[in-house]
């Protein structure tokens, strides 16, 4: 298991468990009350740190190297899932993964930002960071998906949009733009799931729902902590700072009426429970599913509207 920096004692705890699994494995030693007791002061530890995350604690916990990613979890989500590619017009952006799937016999598009495993396939998926390919090819299954009807689900997770300079060429801003625009206008249920981090206008090509949702320990902002800390600060270790401005977590999210709910997650992460994670969101699917059934599509489009519109309101 990899940890993140502030998992150093419990992850000193787990090390002295492994040691005395070891030694009761290869000395025949009955070590299990030993085992035990560190097992349970480990639990303790771990209770403790999460009940009381920073904000920067918790952006590294959404982007920790194990945790699961969107095609991970559309395997575990999905019984049935045909991934579909191309823009139909330049190239297929492997940042962004979209299909036709089944969750529970009801048929969907879902779509989400592609991370990797590992230097070789994060290369490949750049690191999560979409081109304007990758947004067109997802508002081209969004199209496909209104013209027969079927919901369309999104899985978020990504630093940001690709800022490179053929992304901007190739018109990398009118490409969310669009997005934004045609989302708030689909005569469909759309429902978004920031599963890890949410980043800027990256995550907002993919994030106009009628239902909104955060994992537990994702985040959503604007731009990340490291980010606004070099802008703002002019000084990029001030990072924990910055994110306790940004007010990116869950739990500020959902008091600000930015999203619906929160997603649990395992104590300690998504990355000690993929199947558990990936039923919790299952279970949050159907049930928006189910709440929006009978919705005619202009009722489906007025609410998205409106939900939108109430957002940032002023009041004296």
Request: charge should be positive; aromatic fraction near 4%; include cysteine.
């Amino acid at each position: 298991m990899d940890y993140i920096p502030f998992e150093k004692p419990i992850a000193e705890l787990e090390i002295q468990i492994e040691e005395l699994r070891r030694m009761a494995r290869t000395q025949a030693i009955n070590l299990d009350k030993e085992v035990q007791e560190l097992e349970s002061k480990a639990l303790k530890l771990r209770r403790q740190m999460f009940a009381s995350l920073k904000p920067y604690e918790a952006t590294q916990i959404s982007r920790h190297p194990r945790r699961p990613n969107v095609m991970e979890l559309i395997q575990k989500i999905c019984h049935e899932f045909l991934e579909l590619h191309g823009d139909r017009n330049f190239y297929d952006d492997p940042a962004i993964v979209c299909g036709l799937g089944k969750i529970a016999q009801k048929p969907l598009v879902i779509m989400g930002h592609q991370k990797g495993r590992g230097t070789k396939e994060n290369i490949l998926r750049n690191f999560g960071m979409p081109k304007p390919e990758g947004y067109r090819k997802a508002l081209r299954l969004m199209s496909m998906a209104e013209r027969f009807s079927l919901p369309v689900v999104t899985l978020i997770d990504t630093p940001g949009a690709y800022p490179g300079v053929g992304a901007e060429e190739r018109g990398q801003s009118e490409a969310i733009g669009k997005n934004i625009m045609v989302m708030s206008r689909l005569k469909i249920p759309i429902i978004c799931i920031v599963t890890g981090e949410g980043g800027s206008g990256g995550a907002l090509a993919l994030g106009v729902g009628n239902r909104v949702h955060m994992l537990q320990y994702s985040t959503y902002s604007v731009i990340s902590p490291e980010g606004c800390a070099s802008i703002l600060m002019k000084d990029a270790s001030r990072a924990p700072e910055a994110a306790n401005a940004l007010k990116l977590t869950a739990d500020a999210a959902l008091s600000y009426g930015i999203i619906d709910s929160i997603i649990g997650e395992p104590l300690g992460g998504a990355h000690r429970g993929p199947d558990v994670t990936a039923e919790a969101i299952r279970s949050t699917i159907l049930q928006d599913l189910k709440s929006m059934e009978g919705m005619s599509g202009e009722a489906l489009r007025q609410a998205r509207m409106e939900k939108y519109l109430r957002m940032g309101q002023m009041t004296q």
